[in-house]
């Protein structure tokens, strides 16, 4: 670091994706002092805390990937669950952020005193720092439904993210509850080797057709050889990515959102036989209302003899199973709860209090929100990578943080070069986005009438409302005016 600037202290909450990033970032820009607080004993985030089987993610591997950490390893087009964690671990080896990390250290507060941040951990730890950066991500706290009776249940019942791997799962007898994209990629992960599966269903789900190729060795030994190749990959799938989706989300008329329902349509139809589990699998809402589900194997997974879909709202659990409201008892051995995760708590249950003792709590109340997903008002020198109100859907959040990074890296040089010692987004700035964003998201898909993990109390969409190429252009360079800063 320059002498002609200040030496800051960077606490950064989180060792996942965007924590990671961050850590890195920092380093590049000539910060040393770098602490990374991880509540896990490893690197990864959701990649590190899911683990059950079937996991992979619905971005392609080459644009879920480091821009400056291209892999030319990747085993397939869409990589498997222990692939993106293994890529994670690489990266902080060779990056050498393990020893910056402080492992199985769970923040619980963050105060902002004297112009810093004060941090404590769950064990009593202390630490003091210039800026925190709250990478803690958004799908980490299950949403664990309150059954009657679950006491009851004489078999295994564990949510998703939590996955008990001493319970046998073949030839049993497993149900699982709910239909997002784990419940997708379990059900076709245990259907050909669990003896009866048993898929509750809450909400059909649009089921967009894909193809997951592995790569040849040929193809990996011309990544190796020339990592242009794999930049192109990485350029034209952003592209299409956010010309065929992530910029057509905010236009609920698009005629691409069109053509989509369609291909999901044609999907069901033409691999869907008999009619009445066909109009079961029918969503009654606009494909992309809720995230689009990627898979090539559902379809052929719940058609299995040894599979049965239940519609049914389930009314308890029983020592034998769980009993729907039709009177049935679905007897089991295993019961998944795919239901989720609360999606509002981003740093929560973590307190933090800002300016004057203002708790983030009270700056919530009526839900999240964020100034362009990194800052609050009253908050000086916390942000948030992968905050409220920020683009979330089928692509890339790899491309989020390192966005938000750059000009994240931006706003502390103003406080590095003595141009100020705190800032954050003012109260003005803040009132005019969210208005504006507000009005914005009566526009997009997910208003369009159905019931998903984008919507607040009040039914109205918090992702980014706007293109994702405005995102990258307020990213490019802070409009400084929007800040209130001290000296």
């Given at each position: ?5 200040r ?32 509540k ?10 899911n ?5 992979s ?22 990589s ?10 690489d ?10 990390i ?8 963050c105060r902002?005193?004297d112009g ?22 958004v ?13 009851d ?19 049993r ?14 059900v ?109 194997r559902?379809?052929e997974?719940?058609?299995?003899p040894?599979?049965?879909?239940v ?26 709860l ?21 708790h ?17 008002p ?6 948030l ?7 979330v ?8 943080a390192e966005?938000?990074l ?65 995102f ?9 005016v ?6």
């Amino acid at each position: 670091m320059s002498t002609d600037g200040r030496d800051l202290r960077f606490v950064v909450i989180g060792a996942g994706m965007a924590g990671l990033l961050a850590a890195i970032e920092l380093r590049k820009a000539g910060h040393d002092d770098v602490t990374v607080y991880e509540k896990n004993s490893g690197v990864g985030g959701t990649w590190f805390e899911n683990t059950y089987p079937g996991l992979s993610c619905d971005v392609p591997s080459h644009f879920y990937s480091y821009s400056f950490a291209l892999n030319p390893e990747w085993s397939r087009r869409y990589s498997s669950g222990p692939e993106i964690r293994s890529y994670f671990e690489d990266i902080a080896r060779r990056y050498e952020i393990y020893p910056r990390i402080r492992f199985d250290s769970e923040i619980t507060e963050c105060r902002f005193e004297d112009g810093r941040w004060h941090l404590r951990t769950k064990e009593g730890t202390r630490d003091v720092a210039d800026f925190v950066i709250a990478a803690t991500g958004v799908l980490h706290h299950p949403a664990i439904p309150a059954f009657e009776g679950m006491a009851d249940f004489a078999g295994a019942a564990f949510h998703s993210a939590r996955w008990d791997h001493d319970v046998p799962t073949r030839d049993r007898r497993v149900g699982v509850v709910g239909t997002g994209s784990s419940a997708i990629q379990i059900v076709s992960a245990l259907a050909d080797d669990v003896d009866e599966l048993v898929l509750f269903q809450r909400t059909a789900q649009w089921i967009m057709p894909t193809e997951n190729p592995p790569y040849s060795e040929a193809e990996h030994e011309e990544f190796r050889r020339n990592p242009g190749a794999m930049q192109t990959i990485r350029e034209e799938t952003a592209r299409r990515f956010t010309d065929g989706f992530a910029n057509i989300l905010v236009d609920a008329e698009s005629p691409i959102l069109e053509m989509t329902q369609e291909m999901c349509r044609q999907h069901l139809e033409q691999s869907v036989r008999d009619p009445v589990l066909r109009e079961k699998l029918r969503p009654t809402y606009r494909a992309a209302c809720k995230r689009l589900v990627l898979s090539d194997r559902f379809y052929e997974a719940i058609q299995r003899p040894n599979a049965r879909l239940v519609t049914e709202e389930i009314e308890r659990l029983e020592e034998k199973g769980v009993r729907t409201r039709d009177g049935a008892l679905h007897e089991l051995d295993v019961l998944v709860l795919a239901t989720g995760f609360r999606v509002d708590r981003f740093v929560r249950p973590m307190e933090v209090l800002g300016v004057g003792g203002r708790h983030l709590d009270d700056a919530w109340k009526d839900g999240p929100t964020a100034y362009l997903a990194l800052t609050v008002p009253d908050f000086p020198n916390f942000f948030l990578l992968n905050g409220p109100n920020g683009p979330v859907g089928n692509f890339s959040l790899i491309e989020v943080a390192e966005l938000q990074l750059g000009y994240l890296l931006q706003l502390v040089e103003e406080v590095r070069t003595r141009r100020c010692r705190t800032l954050c987004v003012s109260h003005r700035a803040m009132e005019r986005f969210d208005r504006e964003r507000r009005e914005a998201a009566r526009n997009t898909i997910w208003a369009s009438g159905c019931r998903s993990w984008y919507l607040d109390a009040s039914g109205l969409p918090t992702a980014w409302p706007f293109t994702f190429d405005r995102f990258r252009e307020e990213m490019a360079r802070p409009k400084l005016v929007d800040y209130a800063t001290t000296f």
